[in-house]
C-alpha cells in the first residue's frame, strides 16, 4: 500500500482526524450557543434595567392633575433623560404574544437594533390602553442621574421617612436591584464625594471586584432627610463570560466531545467483537467462520487476514488428510510388489530368477524412495514456512540447463526451447524455479507426442515460465483438477504414464510461495496443453514466513475488493 492509502485507512488518522473535526465542530457550536445565551441574557439584562426608569416615569406622569401638566413634566423628562418620551396607543405599534405577555407582568418590551445601534422601550401604562415609549441610543451618566431625580420626586409625593421607607419598598418590585435610606456617614464616600453631596449631587461610583462577581455601580442620590441618603445599588453591570456560563460551556462541550468519541470508537469496537466472535467459533473447531467486517482500515485487513488464515488452516487440514488418504494409498502397490516378490525369492531356487526379483525389488524401493521425496518436499511446501533464498536469476541460463538434463533422459520428443535475452533476470529461489521447470517439463515429455516447448521472460512487472507440448492436452472442466495432489485424469493422463499425482501440486505451491500464480489452458501452437507460472520480478522480501505471505494475500484480496 502507498504511505496516501496507508494515512487514508489508519485507525490512528481516522480517530484523530475525527476528534479534530468533533473538537472544531463542538467549537463551534459552544460558540453559537453562547452568542445566543448572551443575546438572550443581554435582553433581558436590557429590560431590566429599563423597567424601573419607565416606572418611575409613568408614576410621574400619573401625579399629573391635567393633560397639559402631563406634557409640561413628560417634556422636562425627556430633556432631563436625554431622550424623547411619548405615549402612544397600544393599538398602534405591531406587539407579538411575548411582548404582550411581558407588559401583563408588568414589565417593559425593548427593541434592539444592531445597525444604528438604537433600542425602542416601551412601558404599558396603567390605562392599559397606552404605552410610554422612548428611543435610547446609548447609555449615560445623564440618565442615571435623571433616575435619580425621578426616584426625589416620586418620594416627594410622601411626606414622613416611614412613609418614604415603605414607597422605596412599593418601587424596588420594578427595579433589578436595591433601593434603601442609607446613613450618610456608613456609605464609606471620600472627601470628594461627601462634597458633592452636601451641594445636592448624585455621587455615582464604581464597585469593582476580584471575585467571580461581575463589576457594580453604587448610585447614592441626596434626600431631604438630614444625615440620610437614598443608596440604590449595587447596579450589576453586565457580564459577557460569567464563571457559571463559561462553567456550563465546558460541561455541555466535554459531554458533546465524549458523544463525538464515542460515535468515533463504537464501529471499531464492533468491529474488534465480530473478530471475537470468530475467535470464539474457531477455538470452538468451526473453521467454516467467516468475518464479515466492511471498512478500508486495519481492523478490515485484520479480518480479512483472520479470513484468510481460517482458510488456510482449513486447507491445511483437509490437505493432511488427502495426504494421509493418499499415501497410504500409493504406497499398498511398491510394498505389495516387494511382498510378492519376497515371496518369490523364498519358492525359487533358480539364481535367475532370485537376481530379476531382486532388481525388482530395487525398482520398487527406488519409487518408495521417489513418492517419500515428492511427499517430503510438498508437505515442506505445504506447512507454510519454507526459507526462499530469494536472488535474480538468468532465466536464459536456467532454461539452457534444463534442456541439457531434459534432453539427457533419452527421450524421443523434440525439445525447442524459447531463450529470452541474456540479461533478463528475475527474483526467485533458483533451486525451486528449477523445480517447477523440471517438473513441468517430465509431465510434458509423458504426454506429449513429438514436441515440447519451454520458454521463460519477463512481461508488465512479472517474469513468467511457460512448458507447451503437443498431447491430447486437458479439458477445461478438469484443468484445476491437476494440482491437486495425488489426482490424476481418466483420459490419456493416467496412472501407465507414471507419476505420483504430486509434480504439478508442488509445482503450485511453489508458485503459491513465490506469490504468484499457476494456470494451465490450450497450447496455441502446439495443440496440447500449457502451463504457465507468472511472479512478481522483485518480491518485498527474502524469506517470506506463513504468517507474512497469508498477510500479503489478504491485503491483496481486500484491495480488489
Not at 417634556?75 to 411582548?99: K, M, Q, R, T
Not at 404599558?124 to 420626586?153: C, G, H, N
Request: aromatic share 8%.
Amino acid at each position: 500500500m502507498s504511505l496516501v492509502s496507508s494515512l487514508k485507512h489508519s485507525i490512528f488518522v481516522r480517530i484523530y482526524a475525527g476528534l479534530l473535526i468533533v473538537c472544531l465542530c463542538v467549537a463551534l457550536f459552544a460558540q453559537l450557543l453562547m452568542d445566543t445565551i448572551n443575546k438572550e441574557r443581554v435582553q433581558s439584562y436590557r429590560e431590566s434595567m429599563a423597567t424601573g426608569a419607565f416606572h418611575l416615569v409613568s408614576e410621574g406622569i400619573a401625579h399629573q392633575r391635567n393633560e397639559e401638566q402631563r406634557e409640561y413634566w413628560l417634556s422636562d423628562a425627556s430633556s432631563l433623560f436625554g431622550a424623547e418620551f411619548s405615549i402612544v396607543p397600544i393599538d398602534e405599534v405591531d406587539f407579538n404574544a411575548s411582548e404582550l405577555r411581558r407588559f401583563e407582568n408588568g414589565d417593559t418590551v425593548v427593541r434592539y437594533v444592531a445597525q444604528p445601534v438604537y433600542a425602542d422601550v416601551y412601558y404599558r401604562l396603567p390605562d392599559k390602553q397606552s404605552v410610554l415609549t422612548a428611543r435610547v441610543t446609548q447609555v449615560t451618566e445623564q440618565q442615571v442621574r435623571a433616575i435619580a431625580v425621578f426616584l426625589l420626586d416620586d418620594l416627594s409625593y410622601h411626606m414622613t421617612l416611614s412613609d418614604k421607607r415603605a414607597r422605596l419598598a412599593q418601587l424596588e418590585e420594578k427595579f433589578s436591584f436595591p433601593l434603601e435610606f442609607k446613613a450618610v456617614n456608613t456609605l464609606n464616600l471620600d472627601t470628594d464625594q461627601m462634597g458633592r453631596l452636601r451641594r445636592d449631587e448624585v455621587v455615582i461610583s464604581l464597585q469593582d471586584t476580584n471575585s467571580s462577581k461581575s463589576s457594580a455601580i453604587k448610585i447614592v442620590v441626596p434626600s431631604e432627610i438630614n444625615d440620610m441618603a437614598i443608596l440604590i445599588g449595587p447596579v450589576p453591570l453586565f457580564n459577557w463570560f460569567p464563571l457559571n456560563l463559561i462553567i456550563s460551556m465546558i460541561l455541555i462541550s466535554m459531554f458533546l466531545i465524549s458523544l463525538g468519541v464515542y460515535a468515533l470508537i463504537f464501529p471499531l469496537e464492533r468491529k474488534l467483537q465480530l473478530i471475537q466472535v470468530g475467535v470464539n467459533e474457531v477455538s470452538k473447531g468451526n473453521l467454516d467462520i467467516q468475518v464479515q467486517v466492511i471498512g478500508q482500515d486495519e481492523i478490515a485487513r485484520l479480518s480479512a487476514t483472520f479470513n484468510a488464515m481460517t482458510s488456510h488452516i482449513k486447507r491445511l487440514i483437509e490437505s493432511q488428510r488427502e495426504l494421509t488418504r493418499a499415501v497410504s494409498h500409493e504406497l499398498r502397490t511398491p510394498v505389495a510388489r516387494i511382498r510378492f516378490a519376497v515371496d518369490m525369492l523364498a519358492d525359487t531356487d533358480d539364481e535367475d530368477s532370485r537376481f530379476m526379483q531382486r532388481d525388482y525389488i530395487d525398482e520398487d524401493i527406488e519409487s518408495l524412495n521417489g513418492l517419500i521425496d515428492e511427499i517430503l518436499t510438498y508437505a515442506k511446501l505445504e506447512e507454510g514456512s519454507p526459507k526462499l533464498d530469494l536472488e535474480p536469476v538468468n532465466l536464459r541460463e536456467l532454461l539452457e540447463q534444463i534442456e541439457r538434463e531434459t534432453n539427457a533422459l533419452g527421450k524421443p520428443i523434440k525439445i525447442v526451447t524459447k531463450l529470452p535475452s541474456a540479461k533478463v533476470t528475475a527474483v526467485a529461489d533458483k533451486r525451486y524455479l528449477h523445480r517447477v521447470i523440471q517438473n513441468l517439463a517430465g509431465n510434458a515429455l509423458r504426454y506429449a507426442e513429438t514436441t515440447i516447448v519451454i520458454s521463460a521472460g519477463v512481461k508488465k512487472g512479472n517474469a513468467f515460465v511457460s512448458v507447451e507440448d503437443d498431447g491430447h492436452g486437458i479439458p477445461e472442466s478438469d484443468r484445476e483438477k491437476v494440482f491437486i495432489p495425488f489426482s490424476r485424469l481418466d483420459d490419456s493422463r493416467t496412472r501407465a504414464s507414471g507419476g505420483y499425482g504430486l509434480g504439478l501440486s508442488i509445482v503450485s505451491r511453489i508458485a503459491f510461495w513465490f506469490n504468484g500464480n499457476m494456470k494451465v489452458d490450450e497450447s496455441q501452437e502446439l495443440g496440447g496443453a500449457r502451463f504457465i507460472m507468472t511472479w512478481p520480478i522483485k518480491p518485498l522480501t527474502q524469506i517470506l514466513a506463513a504468517d507474512e505471505l497469508t498477510q500479503e494475500k489478504s491485503e491483496r484480496d481486500f484491495d480488489d475488493k
